[in-house]
């Protein structure tokens, strides 16, 4: 029984010296690493090893384990003259040039390695004699070598006693003042066991020779200790080595000492422990999260192929996403929410983002087959799909509830969740939270009902705090160069406006000029007259040209300064009554839905009443229009070419154009709809720019200038124009608009 005891614990020594051997002659750590470091290393893992195989072989005949152990002697030889010697060349190194890793090389260092010569005489006796017991055939070397081991361990105590105030490292005093009180214990434990206790007690010497053979791991483990707690040396200790450091000291010690004992129960009980010991195991691995967890790791590893795959596609999705931010959101989105579908192999994956009040900014779904499946037939059922966007918003307030930025079918114990997660089809919910970005990654179930494990989530996580730092500086990118196109269109506008103030102002005299002279003309001649009708069409020409003059004027008027009181209602009531004759003229019925009473804000009335007069126009213009087709797309031009954008105006038709006023507290909302032909989208996007425009004698400025007027009044203005379904305006004027318009009594402007 002692003697398996003695292996094991000549082979745990073993396995500790190999991780801090392999550890510092690892590339990462070659850089931090002295030689006297590695060599006291390595000569406590010749001295651990050559014991171990020595004493495995000991009682062996046969010629080749012999010489076997005969090898293993000389090793430990070596081991034990390099320790005290590397000690001795560290300790002095230390005191002169401190923990420069890489100090100027000394020759005069080496002659603390020249006890290590004494090994040819050692080896010739150890190599000659392979069956012999190591401590009886170096006997003749004792004496000395005890002095020179008390003696180096004594100066290097006193040295590492010195430095521990003169070396600035993490838990320095600590560690050297452990590493001095070590030393000289050892030399006390060397010369109590070698000169007393063997002598005094021989029939328990085998056990003093394991507690002088083991001491050599005592400072091994004190600095093991220092590294990994305290980072004294910055090296990279690979998890992987501890772990399989802890592999074979278990299998050592089971095999060593637990396998003579459940043999001998095996035999005493009629009972096969092998299966008691898997079975405990098993209960240890499931009753243990962390271990579990690493079985599983290592399982997943062994055999799993699409690991190695699906961590090299993370770290190109999370390279792709911190190469730039040039897409736009909505692009970033798309892309990252199916990249990560395709990734992790969930049925399907969807992502939002919010603004205030849970309006959805942006949404993006995917769902299908995983790529990575073989098999090409969709794995979801046929009702599977991506959550609505209640749910969405039902699965953002579960999530902010909880506190937390992960919420799973697994770990979630609120029954609401696990209800809505189960109606979604949903595995995973993940907050996108990143200073004021808002939204929620959802990913469905992967094949088989399989959950995502622990590691997927972490690197599910990462993904998704990198895609919320992606957005929003895609968001800052986006509004930057909108604000640099805003500036240069800004720019250009205003050049443009001080060159079309000067010609307005240029051809407006000569134009009332003729317009006078013509219509003096026309009534000297008469209506009778042959030159009667040339004379009204220029007059209509010189109003027509006179119309955009002032539009023109209008462009280049700068914003007033300051703001009155007025009441929209009343701006509102003006226009239709000035319009009224025009919209008769062209078969178009006005309808009004106002609240009771009025509401004032503080905004100018001329630039309020210029808005509410160029929409209800452009509204009977399209109302009259009725039934035509809309504008196509791509046929936007500028007005001051000669193409023409539409058919001419048909006869007047029926069409119907509805106002309506809502109020509250602090906001007025305005509609006015047209049932006119509508606007494609391609339209739409460019419906507030100058100089467009899909009427056939159109300058391109009438919502140009509402645009303009509505920002510099701090409203805002928005179109809803579906094609062949009339087009509605949406005006929200004071500091916080609303939407919400209730149903009321329309009433005729007659």
């Known amino acids: 029984m002692f003697s398996d005891l003695q292996l094991f614990g000549l082979g745990a020594a073993t396995v500790v010296d190999t991780v801090l ?166 030399s006390v434990l060397a010369v109590f066991v070698i000169y007393v206790a063997i002598p005094t007690w021989p029939e328990q010497a085998e056990a003093w020779k394991l507690i002088v053979g083991l001491s050599p791991l005592l400072p091994a483990l004190l600095f093991a200790y220092h590294v990994v707690w305290f980072r004294f040396v910055p090296l990279v200790l690979e ?89 736009p959101v909505e692009q970033w989105l798309s892309t990252t929410t199916d990249a990560v579908r395709s990734l992790f192999g969930v049925e399907h994956a969807s992502s939002w983002l919010f603004g205030e009040d849970d309006r959805v900014m942006h949404c993006s779904c995917r769902s299908g087959t995983p790529d990575w499946l073989e098999s090409g037939e969709p794995t979801q059922d046929d009702g599977q799909e991506c959550p609505s966007y209640e749910q969405a918003v039902a699965l953002r307030r579960l999530l902010t509830e909880t506190g937390g930025r992960l919420m799973t079918r697994r770990d979630t114990a609120n029954h609401a969740a696990l209800e809505l997660l189960s109606a979604t089809n949903s595995s995973t919910v993940i907050a996108i939270d990143h200073r004021d970005l808002r939204g929620l990654l959802v990913l469905g179930r992967k094949p088989f009902n399989q959950e995502l494990d622990d590691e997927e989530l972490s690197s599910l996580v990462l993904l998704t705090e990198q895609l919320a730092v992606t957005l929003r500086n895609a968001r800052l990118q986006q509004d930057r160069l909108a604000a640099e196109r805003r500036a240069l269109r800004e720019e250009k506008l205003s050049t443009l406006g001080l060159l079309a103030s000067s010609i307005a102002h240029e051809i407006k005299n000569p134009l009332s000029s003729i317009r006078t002279i013509s219509t003096v003309m026309a009534e000297d001649l008469g209506p ?182 509505i920002r510099e009044l701090g409203a805002e203005i928005r179109c809803e124009s579906t094609p062949g379904c009339g087009t509605t305006f949406e005006i929200r004027l004071g500091r916080k608009p609303i939407a919400v318009i209730p149903t009321s009594t329309v009433q005729k402007v007659r």
Not at 256 to 279: G, P
Not at 316 to 325: F, K, N, V
Not at 549 to 573: G, K, M, N, W, Y
Not at 661 to 669: D, I
């Open 239 to 327: 998890r992987t080595l501890v772990y399989g450091a802890v592999l074979v000291a278990v299998s050592l010690f089971h095999h060593l000492v637990l396998a003579d004992f459940t043999n001998r129960l095996s035999e005493q009980l009629r009972v096969d422990f092998a299966i008691v010991e898997a079975i405990l195991a098993a209960v240890l691995v499931l009753a243990y999260q962390p271990l579990r967890q690493r079985v599983a790791e290592s399982l997943r590893y062994l055999l799993g192929t699409q690991v190695a795959g699906v961590r090299e596609q993370t770290r190109q999705l999370a390279t792709r996403m911190s190469e730039g931010t040039e897409q």
């Open 21 to 186: 051997l392999v550890a510092l002659i690892e590339r990462p750590n070659r850089r931090h690493v002295t030689v006297w470091m590695l060599a006291l290393t390595a000569a406590a893992w010749l001295w651990h090893a050559g014991s171990f195989v020595h004493t495995l072989l000991l009682e062996s005949t046969h010629p080749w384990p012999l010489r076997v152990n005969s090898i293993a002697m000389t090793a430990m030889a070596i081991g034990l003259l390099l320790m005290p010697s590397s000690m001795l060349h560290g300790a002095i190194r230390l005191w002169h040039t401190g923990v420069e890793a890489k100090p100027r090389g000394d020759a005069r260092y080496g002659l603390c390695y020249l006890p290590v010569l004494a090994w040819g005489p050692m080896a010739r006796i150890l190599l000659t004699h392979p069956s012999g017991e190591f401590l009886t055939l170096v006997a003749p070397f004792t004496t000395l070598y005890v002095a020179w081991l008390c003696a180096t361990n004594l100066v290097a105590a006193a040295t590492f006693w010195g430095l521990r105030r003169r070396v600035v490292l993490p838990q320095a005093t600590s560690f050297f003042q452990g590493m001095a009180a070590m030393l000289c214990g050892l």
């Open 528 to 709: 009778d007259s042959p030159h009667a009708e040339d004379l009204r069409l220029i007059v209509s020409e010189i109003d027509r040209l006179a119309a955009t003059t002032r539009q023109l004027l209008e462009f280049a008027r700068p914003a007033p300064i300051a703001s009155d009181l007025c009441v929209p209602r009343e701006l509102l009531e003006q226009s239709l009554r000035i319009l009224r004759l025009l919209a008769q003229q062209k078969g178009v019925r006005l309808e009004t839905d106002f609240d009771d009473g009025a509401a004032a804000i503080h905004a100018d009335p001329a630039s309020l009443g210029e808005v509410f007069f160029n929409l209800l126009s452009n509204s009977i213009d399209a109302a009259a229009r009725e039934g035509e087709a809309p504008a196509e797309p791509g046929s936007l031009t500028s007005p001051l070419s000669l193409s023409r954008l539409g058919e001419s105006l048909a006869l007047p038709t029926t069409g119907l154009v509805t106002v309506s006023s809502r109020h509250s507290a602090n906001a007025v909302t305005i509609l006015i709809r047209d049932s006119g032909p509508g606007l494609p989208p391609e339209v739409q996007e460019h419906l507030f720019e100058p100089f467009v425009t899909t009427k056939l004698d159109g300058t391109g400025l009438g919502l140009y200038i509402v645009g303009r007027r």
